[in-house]
């Protein structure tokens, strides 16, 4: 698999396959970004998996005693 990391602005695309997929950011606000996708209709688009929470650490936790 390959990472692509590319930092673009509002109004901007990425274009992959050929064009067959184009992605264009519509707008960004603090850490999240609103994007359009473009695609051919033969993409097959995979449903999106949830996050995964962190490890649970249990530092700072008092545990009363038995």
């Not at 695309?13 to 950011?25: C, E």
Request: charged share 25%; hydrophobic share 35%.
């Amino acid at each position: 698999m390959t990472t692509l990391h590319r930092h673009i602005a509002i109004g901007e695309q990425l274009s992959f396959d050929g064009g067959r997929i184009v992605v264009t950011m519509q707008n960004r606000t603090g850490r999240s970004a609103s994007l359009r996708v473009d695609m051919h209709d033969d993409v097959r688009v995979d449903k999106p998996e949830a996050p995964k929470p962190p490890p649970q650490s249990h530092r700072g936790v008092a545990f009363a005693k038995a």
